[in-house]
C-alpha cells in the first residue's frame, strides 16, 4: 500500500499518525525512502520505511462499515478463553503487533471479560488500556466523533457480550467461547 503526504495511517500498539513526508534517508544498508509519521496521540516522530512498512503492520484506517463490523464483533456474545497466563499473554502480545483494528478489539474484548473475573495483572492492564485507547481512537477518528461518545458506545457493545455470557446461549447459563 502506498501511502500520501497527509494520509492518516495506524502504526501498530501507537495508534493514528499522519504522514508528513516521504523522505530518503542514508542508512549503513544505504539510502531508504520511508514515511516520516507525527503519532497523533503524542505527537512523536516515526520514520517506517517503504520497503517494510506492511510488515510491520502499517495501514489505512478503517471504513465507516469496518466500525460497525467491530462494535458487532464487540457485542456478539462470544469470549475466547485462555486459562494459561503466558499463552494469552503471547497472543494476546501477537494479536496487538498486528495492527488489525478487528485484532485490538478482541484483546480488549477478552481481558474486560477477564478483569470482571479476577484481577489483571499489571502488564495485562497495560495491554487492556492500550488495546481500548487503540479501539476508541481509531472509531472516533473513522467517525469525527468525540472519544467519550465512542467509549459509550464501545462499553455498551461489551455489556452486550457480558450479558450473554451470564445467560448462555438461549439462557444456559454456561456462556460461548472456547476453553483452552
Do not use: C
Not at 544498508?29 to 503492520?57: C, H, K, T, W
Not at 485507547?133 to 472509531?139: H, N, P, Q
Amino acid at each position: 500500500m502506498v501511502f500520501e503526504i497527509g494520509d492518516k495511517v495506524v502504526y501498530p500498539n501507537h495508534g493514528i499518525g499522519i504522514v508528513e513526508e516521504i523522505a530518503t534517508r542514508s542508512t549503513s544498508e544505504g539510502a531508504v525512502r520511508g514515511y516520516q509519521l507525527r503519532i497523533l496521540a503524542n505527537d512523536s516522530r516515526v520514520f517506517v520505511p517503504q520497503e517494510s512498512a506492511s510488515g510491520v503492520g502499517l495501514r489505512a484506517m478503517v471504513k465507516v462499515a469496518d466500525v460497525r463490523k467491530v462494535l458487532s464483533m464487540l457485542g456478539d456474545g462470544q469470549i475466547e478463553h485462555q486459562t494459561n497466563w503466558k499463552g494469552r499473554f503471547k497472543d494476546n502480545s501477537d494479536r496487538m503487533r498486528t495492527g488489525s483494528l478487528y485484532d485490538a478489539a478482541s484483546v480488549l474484548k477478552g481481558l474486560t471479560f477477564l478483569a470482571k473475573k479476577k484481577s489483571l495483572s499489571f502488564r495485562e492492564k497495560r495491554m487492556l488500556e492500550r488495546a481500548r485507547f487503540l479501539v476508541v481512537s481509531e472509531i472516533a477518528e473513522v467517525e469525527g466523533k468525540p472519544s467519550d461518545n465512542v467509549e459509550e458506545r464501545v462499553d455498551r457493545a461489551l455489556s452486550r457480550t457480558f450479558a450473554q455470557e451470564e445467560t448462555g446461549p438461549g439462557g444456559a447459563g454456561a456462556g460461548r467461547g472456547s476453553a483452552v
